[in-house]
C-alpha cells in the first residue's frame, strides 16, 4: 500500500513541474513608469503584449519601438520582475520635454499666417518627432499648392532651462515653378490655341510676373477638363471625353508640363423631338420655344436651357412643381441625338401668404409693391422671377430670395422673401483731381431709403476751378401709394470755359407710371434761368451772340424699357430709352428749341463671369420761331459718359479758340468687357472701346473720333464709383493724349 501511494506521489510531482515552469514564463501583470503629461493609454496602445501572455522577448523589442514611434519618449526601457505567479513587465518611459515656443523662419513669400494650418504641433505640449515630420510635410504640401516645388523644410530642437523645448522650422523657399507648356493630342476639330482659350490655367507669358499666369492649381486644371469636354459637348461632341491632364515636372523642377489627351468621336446633330406626359402647353407652342431645332448641331447648353424654358412655360400656368425629364437616345449610326421631354406638371397652386423677413429697415409695403403677384393669384414663375429682379434694382437690398414653401393644402403655396438690406444712405467728402478742372472738392448727403419708405434724398455740391455745382433731389417711387412715381429737382450751377462765363439756376417736377412691367412712360416739366456772360474779346461770333440771360420753360416725355437684372451690378439685360423734349411755345420761356435722344444698351454674360456692353446713343435738336440753340442746350460728346479719352466736348464742334461749343446732332457708340477683380467688394475691371462725335448739320458718320482705356468699377459703401483712363487714338493739335475720369452715380 505504501509503495502505491509513493508512486502517486512521484508521479504528481512529474506532472505539475512543468505547469510551474509555464507559470513562471507567464506575464502576469503589464506596467508603466515615467509618465507625466503623456497618458497612460498612449503606451499601452502601442504594445501588443497583453496580461496572461506567454512572455516572448520578440514581442517586448517590438513594443519598444512601438512606444519610440509615437514619437512621445526619447527613451524606453524595459524592466521585468519574477514572481512565483508569473512575470511583472514594466515598461520605463522617459518623455519629451514640453514645448516652450514654435518659430517659423525663412519664409519671406508666404505668411506665416497661412502655415498655422500646417503645424501639427503646439506650445505647451509634448514634444513629438513624428507630429514634427507631419509638420514638415504639410508645410511642403502647402508650398507645392503655391507652385514652390522645391521648397526645403527642416526643424531645429533647442533645449532650454526648466526643460522644455523650443522649436524652429527653417524653410528655403526656393523659386516657383510655371507652367511653360500645354499640350493638346488627339483634338482635330478645335485647335490647341481655342482650347488652351478655355482655360484658367495658364503658360508663362511676358506679365506672369504681374498677373500671376502661369501658376498651376488641381482645382482650376479639374475645372479646365470639364470646361474643355462642356465645350466639345456644346458643339455636338457628345461622347468627348478628356483623360486626366498629365502633370510634368522639368529636372530642376523649375518648370511644368501639361499634357492632355482629347477622344473627340463623332459631331453629333439634333435629330427628333418630342414631348410625352402633361403636355400643359400646346406642342407647337413648346417647338417654337425651343433653341435645339432639329437638323441643327446639338448643343448640351441649349439643351439645358430648353428644359428650363419648358419647366418656366409649365410653371407660368400655375403647375409650381412641374419636372421635365428629358430623355436622349443617342443614334451612332445617323450621329443624330433624338430627344423627349417628359412632362409631369403636378398640382395646380395659387399664392396663398406672402411673408417678408430681414427687413430691418424697409417697410413691408415696400416689399410688397414690388411683388407682381398677389396672394390667390394663379402660380407664376414669370411673375416670381420679374419681382425678385424688381426688388433688386430697388437698391435697397444686397440679397433677394423668394422662396416657394408648400403648405398643407395642395393646392396652396406660400411665398418667404427673405431679403438683406444694404447701407443706402452716406456722408460723403472728398477730394478729387482731373486733368480738366484740376482739384475737386466734392460733398454730398444721400438716403436711397429714407425712414423705409423708399423716398429718395439727394444733396450734393462740386467746387473746382472752373465748376460750381449745388443740386437737391426728392424722388417718390409709389406717391400717395399709388403706382406713380413723382421727382422734385432742384439746382445751381456756374461753370467757366475757356472763352465764357455760363450760369444756370432752376429745377423740374417728373411724373411716371408704368405701362408694363419693364416699360415706364414719364413726363417732366423743366424751368431754368441760365446766363452767358464774361466772354472774352477774342471769342467766336458764335459765342459773342449767346451773351445775355435766358429762360428755358420745357416739357418731356420719356419712354423707358429696362430688362436690366440688377442696376448696380449688371450682368445680363438691356435698357431702351427716347425721349422728345420741346421748349417754348405755349410753355413760355425764351428759348424755343426741339430735342430728342435715343439710347440703347445691352449687358451680355460671357466666361468667367464677365460681361460685355454695348450702347449706341443718337441725339437731335433744332430751333424754332427763328431761334438758334442755345450753347448749352447742345450736345458735349466728350468725358466719361460719351467717348473716353476726351476732354468735356472735345469731341465735337469747337469754334476757333478750340472752345467746345457743343453740336446740335450727337452719335456715339460704347463696347466695354467688364471683369470681376473680387466679388465680395463688388469691384470690377473694365476695357473700354468708344467711337461718336457731336456734329452740326447730317455729317452723320464723317469725322468720328475713338478713344479706348481701362477703368474700375466699385460698389462702394458710398454708391457706386467708375475712375477710368480713356486714351485719344487719334488726337489732334492740342488735345491731351490721355484723360483720367472718376465719378459716382449709377452704373448704367
Not at 489732334?732 to 452704373?747: H, I, L, Q, Y
Request: contains cysteine.
Amino acid at each position: 500500500m505504501k509503495g502505491i501511494i509513493l508512486c502517486i506521489f512521484f508521479a504528481a510531482i512529474c506532472l505539475t513541474g512543468p505547469a510551474l515552469a509555464q507559470d513562471a514564463e507567464k506575464i502576469v501583470k503589464i506596467e508603466v513608469v515615467g509618465n507625466e503629461r503623456i497618458e497612460r493609454g498612449v503606451v499601452t496602445n502601442a504594445i501588443k503584449v497583453k496580461d496572461q501572455e506567454m512572455y516572448d522577448p520578440d514581442k517586448i523589442r517590438e513594443d519598444v519601438k512601438n512606444i519610440y514611434k509615437t514619437g512621445f519618449f526619447s527613451d524606453v526601457q524595459v524592466d521585468m520582475q519574477q514572481t512565483p505567479e508569473g512575470r511583472i513587465v514594466t515598461f520605463v518611459v522617459v518623455e519629451r520635454p514640453p514645448i516652450s515656443d514654435i518659430v517659423i523662419t525663412g519664409n519671406r513669400k508666404v505668411k506665416t499666417e497661412d502655415l498655422k494650418d500646417s503645424i501639427k504641433v503646439k506650445t505647451g505640449a509634448v514634444l513629438n518627432t513624428e507630429k514634427l515630420k507631419e509638420t514638415i510635410d504639410e508645410i511642403k504640401k502647402y508650398y507645392a499648392s503655391k507652385n514652390y516645388y522645391t521648397a526645403n523644410v527642416t526643424y531645429a530642437i533647442d533645449y532650454e532651462e526648466g526643460y522644455r523645448a523650443k522649436v524652429t522650422f527653417v524653410i528655403d523657399e526656393s523659386e516657383k515653378a510655371y507652367v511653360r507648356k500645354i499640350e493638346f493630342m488627339g483634338n482635330k476639330a478645335f485647335k490647341t490655341s481655342k482650347l488652351k482659350d478655355l482655360m484658367r490655367t495658364r503658360e508663362k507669358g511676358w506679365f506672369s510676373w504681374f498677373t500671376n499666369s502661369g501658376l498651376l492649381e488641381d482645382e482650376a486644371l479639374e475645372e479646365d477638363r470639364r470646361n474643355i469636354e462642356a465645350f466639345y459637348a456644346d458643339n455636338g461632341y457628345v461622347k468627348a471625353k478628356l483623360g486626366v491632364p498629365q502633370v510634368r515636372l522639368s529636372k530642376d523642377e523649375k518648370e511644368i508640363m501639361i499634357f492632355m489627351t482629347v477622344t473627340e468621336g463623332d459631331a453629333y446633330k439634333v435629330g427628333t423631338i418630342a414631348f410625352k406626359g402633361d403636355l400643359v402647353v400646346p406642342e407647337e407652342v413648346l417647338k417654337g420655344v425651343l433653341e435645339n431645332k432639329p437638323g441643327q448641331t446639338f448643343r448640351a447648353s441649349l439643351f439645358q436651357k430648353d428644359m428650363l424654358t419648358i419647366t418656366d412655360l409649365c410653371q407660368d400656368k400655375g403647375y409650381a412643381f412641374a419636372e421635365v425629364a428629358p430623355l436622349t437616345v443617342v443614334d451612332d449610326q445617323t450621329t443624330v441625338v433624338n430627344v423627349t421631354y417628359a412632362i409631369t406638371k403636378g398640382p395646380q397652386v395659387f399664392f396663398n401668404r406672402v411673408s417678408i423677413t430681414g427687413n430691418v429697415r424697409t417697410r413691408d409695403k415696400v416689399v410688397r409693391r414690388e411683388l407682381r403677384f398677389a396672394e390667390g393669384d394663379l402660380f407664376s414663375a414669370s411673375k416670381l422671377n420679374e419681382s425678385k429682379r424688381r426688388l433688386r434694382n430697388t437698391t435697397f437690398f444686397k440679397e433677394v430670395d423668394l422662396k416657394v414653401v408648400k403648405t398643407d393644402e395642395p393646392d396652396k403655396v406660400n411665398i418667404d422673401a427673405v431679403v438683406e438690406e444694404r447701407p443706402t444712405g452716406s456722408i460723403s467728402m472728398g477730394v478729387g483731381y482731373s486733368s480738366y478742372e484740376n482739384v475737386i472738392l466734392t460733398g454730398s448727403i444721400s438716403q436711397d431709403n429714407f425712414l423705409g419708405t423708399g423716398i429718395r434724398l439727394f444733396l450734393g455740391a462740386a467746387l473746382s476751378s472752373i465748376n460750381q455745382y449745388f443740386d437737391f433731389t426728392i424722388s417718390h417711387p409709389y406717391i400717395f401709394d399709388l403706382d406713380l412715381s413723382a421727382a422734385l429737382s432742384v439746382f445751381n450751377q456756374e461753370r467757366d470755359f475757356e472763352t465764357y462765363k455760363y450760369k444756370v439756376a432752376g429745377g423740374s417736377i417728373t411724373l411716371g407710371r408704368p405701362i408694363t412691367d419693364i416699360t415706364r412712360l414719364s413726363g417732366r416739366y423743366r424751368y431754368e434761368k441760365a446766363d452767358v456772360f464774361d466772354i472774352d474779346f477774342d471769342a467766336s461770333d458764335y459765342v459773342q451772340d449767346q451773351a445775355g440771360k435766358a429762360t428755358t420753360s420745357s416739357v418731356s416725355g420719356l419712354i423707358s424699357r429696362v430688362t436690366i437684372d440688377d442696376i448696380l451690378m449688371p450682368t445680363k439685360g438691356s435698357a431702351i430709352d427716347l425721349s422728345v423734349e420741346l421748349a417754348g411755345g405755349p410753355f413760355g420761356g425764351t428759348n424755343d428749341f426741339v430735342k430728342g435722344v435715343v439710347s440703347a444698351g445691352r449687358f451680355i454674360p460671357l466666361f468667367w463671369d464677365t460681361v460685355f456692353f454695348v450702347r449706341g446713343t443718337v441725339g437731335f435738336t433744332t430751333a424754332y420761331s427763328g431761334q438758334s440753340v442755345p450753347i448749352y442746350e447742345k450736345f458735349y460728346v466728350g468725358g466719361i459718359n460719351t467717348v473716353r479719352g476726351f476732354k468735356y466736348g472735345e469731341a465735337g464742334p469747337k469754334d476757333i479758340t478750340d472752345t467746345p461749343i457743343g453740336g446740335d446732332n450727337e452719335l456715339f457708340f460704347n463696347f466695354e468687357w467688364l471683369f470681376p477683380i473680387s466679388k465680395a467688394a463688388g469691384l470690377r475691371g473694365v476695357i473700354f472701346f468708344d467711337y461718336g462725335h457731336g456734329f452740326n448739320g447730317s455729317k452723320w458718320f464723317n469725322d468720328m473720333r475713338s478713344g479706348a482705356g481701362f477703368g474700375l468699377r466699385w460698389l462702394s459703401p458710398f454708391g457706386p464709383i467708375r475712375a477710368e483712363l480713356g486714351f485719344n487714338l487719334s488726337p489732334k493739335s492740342g488735345e491731351p493724349r490721355n484723360v483720367f475720369d472718376f465719378t459716382m452715380g449709377k452704373a448704367f
